[in-house]
Every structure is written in structure tokens, then in C-alpha cells.
């Protein structure tokens, strides 16, 4: 129920329509990097290759498993930006 | 499940930071603790170096060194978001074997030798085979990761001051047929539309584009929209059930090559149904029909020429009458029912229609004609030139727009659109080049495969091939191989950041500066043409292609031809002469080394978002709504071409019952030599498979895992087959992505290639499986 709660009012933050401004011409760029991301997390269990969002935050949108937290359970498209990695985990719990 | 008050004020965070980033998926979060400035490290701008997405990166430096790269938060393509690929980029120039010294082969060994050896030896080898067997004898293979810099100079020197035509680049194999549909359809290249259309549209038609995959982050632009906006559709038209598939809400699976019909079965259900905009198409549109049977470029010095005839609306119905879904149902493997549903979808007045496609149509031996086919959709719906709503073409490489196409590095172009064998054009490039305008040769020579076909025969002796890796990616690829290394005369340069399949047939290796290591600028997909400072030098004695380029010119006697202080934006400025007033005008350099990319043309200080359209495109006056105004000849309308379906050159039969599709996995990038070395991504997916589909294997005593052979009347290959992976094969199809070095899965390929664009069909052979 709260991961609900949570998830909405996320997804309401985030309907706020973002359009793409121009960048004013920047060369602060040390500003910028501070709280731009770097390299994402690779993957250290066993996942379906075929996995998306819906699989992924099973876990990591609850806490389920000690799964850590998504900082960002709105992208769903996970497996573009985290791919497998050394596996040292054993495989999630069977939903 | 339940949450703790902790989790909960975890996650609320990072919906605050959301809403504070900018209130979209794709934003960066604002960490609660922001890191302390990393303190030494000098951070600059640049575009990724990978697809034709062309998101912003920032590059950190300390001690000469890049040691980081983030997601530009200030980027408008990706809001701060990368691909995997991306994120990895401070890991790609700093492989073990990166080349630090010219090589020079002698027998069967590379030596090290001086640049000035190696330059020597190369400029003789030029001039020994120009006096032997004339300019045409030499060639240039080049590519879409060029920047705009090095295009520009290899064009200028081997149009300008050797005298032939014989410049191609690799983008020949990937874009084509999308810029000769351009042409054909709206005479002048690239879209109208920008990638704004993905947050503003409400329908997405993807055509053979894993965009999950292979545009990762623009596929992440359009989720993150349909997140916001329920009514958001995305149909994945596909010939295997891809990552894309899985998060569209439709996909619609099609027997390969039948896109043809399906497009036309889509038009002739608009037509029949009478859901077309006739206004639209009385001031903006002309119906033409070419040569049909046109032949697959199959053999050698293979020609074409197609001869348009102007036809009318009545002739185009009749054209399409025997297009029923019906029919179409049956070719094409798609319900009828469907085909009358998604053709209702695309002309639905309330929806806001795009579509997207990349080498389904483009590496295809009717690749001009997809291209024409969708234009064609939308053109009879007037679902165009409006924000949110275009057919966007997706470009591949980093730069096939900004450099091969804009720049003309074909054999049959000039830059801005311009062509050799128009004497006007001609005519203007010696005068910004300063040349004699008799130098160019109003001949086009070869389109890639042509000239590696002419390599192989002799016709060719001395070819350069820089920042591509023909010798892995070309179809039928052990014909090319070996006639590379034929000997009598023929002597290859091959210019990289790291050995490759191509380095080890080279007789001369020249080492390279790559990405950052060198001051550039590339264009990708949307006009956006981006520039990025040098960051770090590169490593031992490796140096920019540019400066190669001009190194043979200047020994070659062409020196004048690159009399620059700062070369790169003395050509940047030269070259912006070219397109100034032909509606593909670029701002002056400045302008680009801060802005995050500017959208041509660029025209007093503001880019262009839609072209061709009113109130947005400075060449459209008030009052004209859409005008296609490079398109004099058919009085600024566009065309909707009559194409009819016609099979592939080479289909499944008794011998080899399966159809074989080559593409891209989205941890590597085309041929491996960079995403391979580094581990992160080398990992995810070390080696290319064979995706298969469980009952075929099964039929065939085939288990998951195991190996198999595969042959084509070309070549042979063992992989592992993959049954149950992130793509799944349809029946009679199988998938082998051909990033891997030690897997040459275009041995088995089909040189056929669309008449029109030259472009080869990797995605269509056929094959024959078997246990190993």
C-alpha cells in the first residue's frame, strides 16, 4: 500500500510536463557533474535476460529480499543502463 | 512488503528530487548529500561517441586522464540520462592494446616504424599507383564516426586534389537508403522532425527498430511519456520479439521483406476507408512511379538508374488496389484484421502519429522504397512537419548525419546536399575550395560494396579506411577479405585506436586519437550538430585522423588545399559556406563550443525544430503552412511514390530453410573493438549467439545452449543457440548480433544491395542450421 502511495506521488511529480528548454550557454560544467549520475550498478544476481521494470522492481520497488531501493522506480527500462555483472548473489527469491 | 518509515522517507526523497530535477524520468536526482566538489578533476562537454542518439556526456580529467564520465544534466536529448554504453565511456580509449606507433608490415609481421616513415612510404604508394593506373585507382573509405573535420578534409582532397570520386563511407551500409528516400521523396536530406516528438506525440509506429536496444535512451524518452500520458501507444512492427517488443503495447510480428506490402496495405486501407486529407494532399503532395524489377546489385559494376514518371492520385489508387489486407494477411503473416486496425490508428485525426525505424528498412534490397513507403503514410494523412507528429528516420552512427551526409563524403556528393554530377555544384565547390572546378569528376565511381568489389578485382590498389572496421562489417564478407591481401599492387592503410579485424589485413596501421583525445564535432539524428574540446592527449605517438589526412595531402603535393592555423574551425567555417542560404545553414563555430548542439538550420542565432513547416522553419513564409521547398522541380511538394512489394533476392528453400537477421545488443557497440574491452560490458555479453526459436530446435534436436552450425551458400559459423534470451526468434528465423570479433557472422551474409541507395540487406539471407 505505501509502495503505491509512494510510487504515485512520484508518478504525480513527475507528470509535470518537462520540456526541453535550451541550456542558456553553460561552461559551469563542474556544477553540473556534481550531481549528474555515473557509472550505474551492474548486476551481481541472476536475472531474466528478458527482464524489465515490472520483474525488477518486484524486489528493488519494495525492499522484498533486501533488495536495495530504486532511486528512481519511475525508469522502467532498467536493463539499458544496468547489465550483468559478477554474480555473487544467489538468485532472487521465486515470486 | 511493508515498508519502513525509512524506505517510505527514502523514497519521497526521491520524488522531491524528481519534482526538483525537472519532473522527469530521465532527470538526474539531486543527491541529499551532494558530492563535494571532486576538487582536481577538469570536466568538459562532449557527445557520446556511440549511436546516432548523440546524448551530451560530461568528461572529467585529473592528470591527463579521463576518470569519469557522467550523463549531461543540461543535455536536452538525454537530460542527464546515458545508455550502459554511455556510462562506460571514460573506460573506451584505455584498452591494454591501444596503438601507439605506426606499423608497417613486412611478410607477416607489423614493425613499429616513424610517422615519417610510415607517411613516406603511404605517399608513395599514393603517387606510384596515381601515375600507374590514374586517380581512380586510389580510394578513401571513411565513416559515419568521422567527425565532421576529418569528412570534410578526406572529401577536399581526394574530390579536389587527387580527382576522384572514390570517397565512401561506411554509413553506405547503415543510412543509404534513408537519405536517398529523403531525396526522392522531399529532395533534400534528413528529418523534418526533431526528437521533441517523442515527448510530444501519442502514437509511436517503430518499424524494425530494437530501439530498447539500439536508441536506448530516445526508447527511454517515449516510455517516460507514455508514463505521463496513459494514451500513449507504441506498435512494434518486428520480425523477432525483441526488449522493444516486450514494453510496446503492440507487437505485430511480420514475414521478413513483407514491410513493403504492409505499408502499402496500410495506404490502401486509408484510401479505401476514406481517411486521407485530401487538402493536404492537393497542395502538398505529386504521385510518381519508377522502374519496377529493378535487380539486387548482385553482380559486379552492378548500375541502375531509375526513370520517374509523374502519375496522379486516380493512378496511385489503382496502384494500390491489389495491396488488401487480405492479400497482404497472407504474405505477410499479419491478421487482416490488424492491418484495417493500425491503418485506422495512423490516421486517426486525434492522434498524434510518428514513425520510427532504422536498418529494418534501411539494410534492405528495397531499402529506398520502405523508406518512400512510410513517407507515403504519412503524407496522405498530412501527419507531417508538425510537432509531434513525423516520420522520424534514426540514424545510427554518431555522425552519418552530421558528417557522411551533410558533409557528402559519398563518391556521388559534395557537401549541403550537393552532387558531382551537377556542373553548378561542381561549379561551387572549386570555388570555396579554390580549385579548378574541372578537378572533381562529374562521374560517381563506387558505393562501398563496389569498391571493395573493385579492390578485390585490381581495379582499386590503394585504399585508406579510417575509424571503421570494413574487414568485420562488410556482407559476404570473405570475398572482401581476401581480395584485400590479393598483393599486386594493392596496398591497404587502416587507421584505428586499437587492432581489429581490418588492422590485420592492413599493410600499414596508423595509430589514432579517439573521442576526446581530439577536438571534434559530430551531427546526430535531429540536425544537432555538437562540438566537444580535446580533453586528454592521446597515448605514445598516436595522432588525429585530421591531421593524417592533411599529412598525405601536404606530401602529396595538396598541401595548399589545408593552409589552416586551427584547422578545425577554419574548416568549420569553410565548410559553412556551403550550406548558408540552402536551408542547411550551421552557426558560426563559437556558437557550438557552449551550446549543448544547435538543430539546423541554424538561421540568426535560432535553430530549426521543424522543417518544411511555418512559424518554426525560417525558409516558410507566413502564410504558406508547409512548404517542401527544396523541392522545386515537383513545385515544393513532396512525392508520394507507387512501389510495389518484391521479394528478397535470396529466400529460405529446401537447403537452407532459414532466414538469417544480423543487428545490434545494446552493450556493444557495431564491431566490438571498444565495448569489448571494457569488462563491464564485455561480461554482460561476452560473445554473439544464435537466436532460435524453441520448436524450430527442438525439430532439429537442437538444445538451449548448445552448439550449432550454421551455413549460407557464403560461408559457415559454430555459435551457441540461444532459446529463451532478451530476443526471441520467430519461427524459420534465427538472430547473430556482429559485434564479435571471433564470430564473422557476415561471412554467411548477401552482398545484395538496393539499386537505388546502394545500401546492402543485412537482415535477409538464407541459411541452413545443424547440430554441431
Same mark, same amino acid.
Given at each position: 500500500m505505501k509502495v503505491a502511495v509512494c510510487l504515485l506521488a512520484v508518478i504525480a511529480y513527475a507528470s509535470f510536463f518537462s520540456s526541453p528548454v535550451q541550456a542558456e550557454?553553460?561552461?559551469d560544467y563542474e556544477s553540473d557533474a556534481r550531481y549528474a549520475e555515473a557509472q550505474p550498478p551492474t548486476i551481481p544476481h541472476p536475472f531474466r535476460d528478458a527482464a524489465d521494470g515490472k520483474y525488477c522492481l518486484r524486489c528493488h520497488g519494495t525492499g522484498l529480499n533486501g533488495a536495495p531501493l530504486s532511486p528512481h522506480p519511475v525508469r522502467i527500462t532498467c536493463t539499458e543502463c544496468h547489465v550483468k555483472g559478477e554474480i555473487t548473489l544467489h538468485s532472487p527469491a521465486k515470486k | 512488503m511493508e515498508l519502513s518509515r525509512r524506505d517510505f522517507l527514502k523514497a519521497s526523497a526521491a520524488a522531491a528530487a524528481f519534482a526538483a530535477a525537472g519532473a522527469s524520468t530521465m532527470a538526474s536526482l539531486r543527491p541529499k548529500d551532494a558530492a563535494a566538489s571532486e576538487g582536481d578533476i577538469r570536466w568538459g562537454k562532449a557527445p557520446c561517441r556511440f549511436c546516432g542518439t548523440g546524448c551530451g556526456v560530461l568528461v572529467g580529467v585529473r592528470d591527463g586522464r579521463i576518470v569519469a564520465t557522467k550523463g549531461d544534466p543540461q543535455a536536452p536529448v538525454n537530460k542527464g540520462l546515458n545508455c550502459v554504453k554511455g556510462y562506460f565511456l571514460s573506460k573506451i580509449l584505455y584498452g591494454k592494446d591501444r596503438l601507439t606507433k605506426p606499423l608497417i608490415r613486412k611478410g607477416n609481421t607489423m614493425v613499429e616504424a616513424s610517422w615519417d616513415e610510415a607517411m613516406t612510404l603511404i605517399a608513395s604508394k599514393f603517387k606510384e599507383s596515381i601515375d600507374k593506373?590514374?586517380? =581512380? *585507382?586510389v580510394a578513401m573509405y571513411g565513416s559515419g564516426q568521422w567527425t565532421v573535420f576529418e569528412g570534410y578534409a578526406a572529401s577536399k582532397l581526394f574530390k579536389g586534389g587527387i580527382g576522384t570520386n572514390n570517397v565512401e563511407p561506411n554509413a553506405r551500409l547503415c543510412m543509404a537508403s534513408s537519405v536517398t528516400g529523403f531525396m526522392t521523396t522531399f529532395? *533534400?536530406? +534528413?528529418?523534418?522532425?526533431?526528437?521533441d516528438d517523442l515527448d510530444l506525440g501519442d502514437t509511436f509506429f517503430l518499424w524494425g527498430a530494437n530501439m530498447a536496444e539500439c536508441h536506448p535512451v530516445l526508447f527511454s524518452r517515449m516510455i517516460d511519456n507514455r508514463l505521463r500520458n496513459p494514451q500513449v501507444k507504441i506498435i512494434d512492427f518486428a520480425t523477432r520479439f525483441t526488449r522493444t517488443s516486450q514494453m510496446a503495447d503492440h507487437y505485430v510480428k511480420f514475414n521478413p521483406q513483407t514491410d513493403l506490402a504492409l505499408l502499402n496495405a496500410i495506404a490502401h486501407v486509408i484510401i479505401r476507408d476514406k481517411l486521407y486529407d485530401e487538402q493536404f494532399i492537393k497542395d502538398h503532395v505529386v504521385f510518381k512511379r519508377g522502374k519496377e524489377n529493378i535487380g539486387y546489385g548482385l553482380e559486379d559494376r552492378f548500375k541502375f538508374a531509375d526513370e520517374p514518371i509523374l502519375i496522379d492520385f486516380d493512378k496511385y489508387k489503382t496502384f494500390l488496389k491489389p495491396y488488401t489486407p487480405e492479400y497482404v494477411a497472407k504474405l505477410s503473416g499479419v491478421p487482416a484484421k490488424t492491418i484495417v486496425e493500425l491503418a485506422h490508428l495512423y490516421a486517426d485525426k486525434s492522434r498524434k502519429v510518428n514513425s520510427l525505424w532504422t536498418m529494418?528498412?534501411?539494410?534492405?534490397?528495397?531499402g529506398t522504397w520502405a523508406n518512400n513507403l512510410v513517407y507515403n503514410v504519412h503524407l496522405l494523412t498530412g501527419k507531417i512537419c508538425k510537432p509531434g507528429e513525423n516520420p522520424l528516420s534514426l540514424t545510427g552512427q554518431p555522425s552519418a548525419c552530421g558528417t557522411t551526409r551533410e558533409v557528402g563524403t559519398f563518391t556521388h556528393r559534395l557537401p549541403? =546536399? /550537393? %552532387? %558531382? /554530377?551537377?556542373p553548378e555544384h561542381r561549379e561551387k565547390a572549386a570555388k570555396i575550395w579554390g580549385i579548378d572546378p574541372n578537378k572533381i569528376p562529374a562521374k560517381p565511381t563506387y558505393n562501398a560494396t563496389e569498391m571493395f568489389r573493385a579492390l578485390d578485382r585490381g581495379d582499386i590498389k590503394v585504399v585508406w579506411i579510417q575509424v571503421t572496421n570494413p574487414f568485420q562489417s562488410l556482407p559476404n564478407l570473405n570475398r572482401y577479405r581476401k581480395g584485400a591481401r590479393k598483393g599486386d599492387g594493392r596496398f591497404i592503410v587502416v587507421s584505428d585506436i586499437y587492432p581489429t579485424r581490418s588492422t590485420e589485413l592492413a599493410d600499414v596501421i596508423l595509430p589514432s586519437a579517439g573521442w576526446v583525445e581530439k577536438e571534434g564535432m559530430f551531427g546526430n539524428a535531429e540536425r544537432r550538430t555538437q562540438h566537444w574540446f580535446k580533453q586528454v592527449d592521446p597515448p605514445g605517438e598516436a595522432r588525429n585522423d585530421l591531421w593524417q589526412t592533411m599529412e598525405l595531402a601536404r606530401r602529396l603535393g595538396h598541401g595548399n588545399l589545408f593552409p589552416y592555423k586551427y584547422p578545425e574551425k577554419e574548416i568549420w567555417e569553410e565548410y559553412r559556406k556551403f550550406g548558408e542560404g540552402q536551408g542547411k545553414d550551421l552557426a558560426p563555430y563559437e556558437a557550438y563550443t557552449t551550446a549543448r548542439g544547435l538543430r539546423w538550420p541554424v538561421v540568426n542565432g535560432n535553430e530549426t525544430l521543424y522543417r518544411y513547416a511555418e512559424g518554426y522553419d525560417p525558409y516558410v513564409k507566413a502564410g +504558406?503552412? %508547409? $512548404?517542401?521547398? $527544396?523541392?522545386k522541380a515537383d513545385h515544393y511538394k513532396a512525392v508520394v511514390w507507387a512501389r510495389p512489394y518484391e521479394p528478397a533476392p535470396e529466400v529460405p528453400d529446401k537447403h537452407y530453410p532459414f532466414w538469417l537477421c544480423t543487428g545490434r545488443v545494446l552493450e556493444h557497440w557495431h564491431t566490438g573493438t571498444m565495448t569489448g574491452r571494457v569488462t563491464e560490458l564485455k561480461r554482460a555479453y561476452p560473445s554473439a549467439v544464435c537466436e532460435m526459436h524453441p520448436d524450430d530446435a527442438r525439430r532439429l534436436g537442437i538444445k538451449d545452449l548448445q552448439k550449432v552450425k550454421i551455413t549460407s551458400r557464403r560461408g559457415s559459423i559454430f555459435l551457441q543457440v540461444n532459446l529463451n534470451g532478451r530476443g526471441k526468434a520467430e519461427k524459420g528465423n534465427i538472430f547473430v548480433a556482429f559485434f564479435d570479433e571471433g564470430k564473422l557472422i557476415n561471412e554467411l551474409c548477401l552482398d545484395a544491395y538496393c539499386p537505388i541507395s546502394g545500401e546492402p540487406d543485412y537482415k535477409k539471407c538464407a541459411v541452413n542450421i545443424e547440430k554441431a
Open positions: 550557454a553553460q561552461e | 593506373h590514374g586517380p =581512380d *585507382s529532395a *533534400s536530406d +534528413e528529418p523534418m522532425g526533431c526528437f529494418g528498412f534501411n539494410q534492405h534490397t528495397r549541403a =546536399d /550537393m %552532387v %558531382v /554530377m551537377n +504558406e503552412g %508547409v $512548404k517542401f521547398y $527544396k523541392n
